[in-house]
């Protein structure tokens, strides 16, 4: 078994910056993948910020990377990256995969600056179809006891609250919290079914929860999709704040 590191390091909003930091220092001998060009294809209409790349397209990314039959890969990465890359593996038929936990601050041996020569390998893809739930089948099963859905977005995402991020605010009906930077919370028994905005940090909670035994699937166009749709959504009520009555002079009791 030989062993291949993939830096999948990236920024929302900034393409090209995950290979910045990958040129500036990396783990020597890795590879680089980029999340918005490798790992997702943006040429895909209607299907949320992060469409998942065909099987083709994923192969010929992970050929160049170095990966393929006998080769164990670890990733590394930041918001989700490595998580995309490990589910993307599996989805295409390589279980020998695993991530870095902690990236590469937890890398203790030395960096290495700009490009590396990677010789190729063939990435056979065998797509597997029982670890993606479609937007259509996630609306008939709204409500369904045996769903378990989380949604991996920030709380306040979750929460239904204004953000830069969210074209429309708020969240698919039912859906758990499960913020992708924080511990993976207790969840009920039932078929697990993770999203996020756009697919990628979903895969963080399906990756923990594949750590604790668990399988899971993933809705890969995440709320960035099902808002576009107009799909059910719920937006928790937000309840004013209490207004003091006044006294009975008229006047406003001072505030203390």
Same mark, same amino acid.
């Given at each position: 078994?030989?062993?291949?590191?993939?830096?999948?390091?990236?920024?929302?909003?900034?393409?090209?910056?995950?290979?910045?930091?990958?040129?500036?220092?990396?783990v020597p001998?890795a590879?680089? @993948?980029?999340?918005?060009?490798?790992?997702?294809?943006? !040429? #895909?209409?209607?299907?949320?910020?992060?469409?998942?790349?065909?099987?083709?397209?994923?192969?010929a +990314?992970?050929?160049?990377?170095?990966?393929?039959?006998? #080769?164990? #890969? #670890?990733?590394?990465?930041? @918001?989700? !990256?490595?998580?995309?890359?490990?589910? @993307?593996?599996?989805?295409?038929?390589h279980d020998? =995969?695993?991530?870095?936990? /902690? /990236?590469?601050?937890?890398?203790?041996?030395?960096?290495?600056?700009?490009?590396?020569? *990677?010789e190729?390998?063939?990435?056979v893809?065998?797509?597997?179809?029982?670890?993606?739930?479609?937007?259509?089948?996630?609306v008939r099963?709204?409500?369904d006891?045996?769903?378990?859905?989380v949604?991996?977005?920030?709380? &306040?995402?979750?929460?239904g609250?204004?953000?830069?991020?969210?074209?429309?605010?708020?969240?698919?009906?039912?859906?758990? &919290? +499960?913020?992708?930077?924080?511990?993976?919370?207790? @969840?009920?028994a !039932?078929?697990?079914?993770?999203?996020?905005g756009? !697919?990628?940090?979903? =895969?963080?909670?399906?990756?923990?929860?594949s750590?604790?035994?668990r399988?899971?699937?993933?809705?890969p166009g995440?709320?960035?999709e099902?808002?576009a749709?107009?799909?059910?959504?719920? *937006?928790?009520?937000?309840?004013?704040?209490?207004?003091?009555p006044?006294?009975a002079?008229g006047?406003?009791?001072p505030?203390?």
């Amino acid at each position: 078994m030989r062993y291949r590191f993939v830096d999948c390091r990236w920024e929302l909003g900034s393409p090209g910056r995950g290979r910045e930091l990958y040129l500036a220092g990396h783990v020597p001998g890795a590879a680089f @993948l980029d999340v918005d060009e490798d790992l997702s294809d943006l !040429g #895909v209409p209607d299907a949320g910020r992060h469409p998942l790349p065909s099987a083709a397209r994923f192969a010929a +990314a992970a050929s160049r990377a170095g990966i393929g039959g006998g #080769v164990f #890969v #670890v990733a590394y990465g930041s @918001l989700g !990256g490595a998580e995309r890359l490990w589910w @993307l593996l599996r989805h295409f038929g390589h279980d020998d =995969c695993a991530v870095l936990a /902690g /990236g590469i601050e937890a890398w203790a041996g030395p960096l290495r600056r700009g490009d590396e020569e *990677i010789e190729p390998e063939r990435f056979v893809p065998r797509e597997r179809d029982d670890d993606v739930i479609g937007a259509e089948e996630l609306v008939r099963r709204l409500g369904d006891p045996s769903l378990v859905l989380v949604d991996s977005r920030t709380p &306040n995402r979750w929460r239904g609250e204004p953000n830069p991020l969210d074209d429309r605010p708020g969240r698919i009906p039912g859906a758990r &919290n +499960a913020p992708w930077a924080e511990p993976l919370p207790e @969840l009920p028994a !039932g078929e697990l079914v993770a999203y996020c905005g756009s !697919g990628v940090t979903a =895969c963080v909670a399906l990756h923990r929860a594949s750590l604790q035994g668990r399988g899971g699937r993933l809705y890969p166009g995440s709320w960035s999709e099902w808002s576009a749709r107009r799909l059910p959504m719920e *937006i928790p009520s937000v309840e004013p704040p209490p207004v003091e009555p006044p006294s009975a002079s008229g006047v406003s009791p001072p505030r203390r």
